[in-house]
């Protein structure tokens, strides 16, 4: 990318994306069957970036992010997100502050997963059995399959990539119950998983060929022609629609949604709220 883009133009190119494309219709798809629409949620975006999911996300409440990196912070703002530097391990809000955390593609870039998991519960509202109101909600996407480990993976620093029992232990294991859980990215998939296969320990580009730009501040894609961006938003739009009636058995993706339970760790301790 020319060094003349500016960090707010790579947002609105993630946008259009069909990659980000997909995966907000997938996510859209998801959050529609456990919430409404009435923008009464408390909801934070961890890891938000620049805030490409923020007025997404604001269809259903009050929107605050974090994110580690406080370069993507500045369009985040500018975008108007409520946005704060802190890591995922480390949330700076008080116990029960928030109805849904979104998770976005964020977790597998942490060493301490579980810490990660641990504080999104702790934010999260506790259930009230005697006013039959569930715990709050977790929203989580990541990479699928360790098997389809690439340089993409490297060059996005990710620690690991999901299975979706993986996945499911993982939230169980913090005390949160399974609601959903599938693959997303079915479609793109066998080709995704013989491309990066056949390219494995060859030098060639990976398939979304992305690179990191010091003055976008984040890892990118290369756009794809345009007539391959529609044609691959349209299938992702289709998979989205399949997504709000069944779970997907395969796909370069995961998604799940869960609900804070009154078992599991994480409870300890409270932070500052800001």
């Avoid at 569930?134 to 690991?160: C, E, Y």
């Amino acid at each position: 990318m020319p060094m003349s883009v500016t960090p707010l133009q790579v947002v609105l190119e993630e946008d259009r994306h069909w990659w980000f494309a997909t995966r907000t219709q997938a996510i859209l798809a998801y959050l529609d069957r456990h919430l409404s629409r009435d923008g009464a949620l408390r909801i934070l975006d961890v890891g938000c970036g620049a805030a490409n999911m923020t007025h997404h996300l604001r269809r259903y409440g009050h929107v605050l992010g974090v994110d580690v990196n406080p370069r993507p912070l500045v369009v985040a703002r500018a975008r108007g997100l409520e946005a704060y530097q802190a890591a995922a391990d480390d949330l700076p809000f008080g116990s029960g502050d928030f109805d849904l955390v979104a998770l976005l593609d964020t977790v597998e870039h942490v060493p301490a997963e579980d810490k990660v998991f641990e504080e999104c519960r702790r934010v999260l509202r506790d259930p009230d059995h005697a006013a039959g109101r569930p715990g709050g909600k977790l929203l989580v996407t990541a990479p699928a399959f360790m098997w389809l480990w690439s340089q993409n993976d490297v060059i996005n620093q990710h620690q690991r990539r999901y299975t979706a029992p993986g996945l499911a232990d993982k939230l169980a294991q913090h005390g949160f119950k399974v609601l959903r859980i599938s693959y997303n990215n079915f479609f793109v998939f066998p080709l995704a998983a013989a491309l990066i296969l056949l390219r494995r320990g060859r030098a060639e580009p990976e398939l979304a060929s992305p690179h990191h730009d010091e003055d976008a501040y984040q890892v990118e894609m290369e756009p794809a022609p345009p007539l391959l961006n529609a044609i691959l938003t349209q299938i992702g739009r289709l998979e989205a629609a399949l997504l709000r009636r069944i779970d997907l058995p395969v796909g370069t993706s995961l998604i799940a949604i869960a609900e804070k339970t009154t078992r599991g760790r994480g409870d300890a301790g409270t932070r500052r709220s800001l």
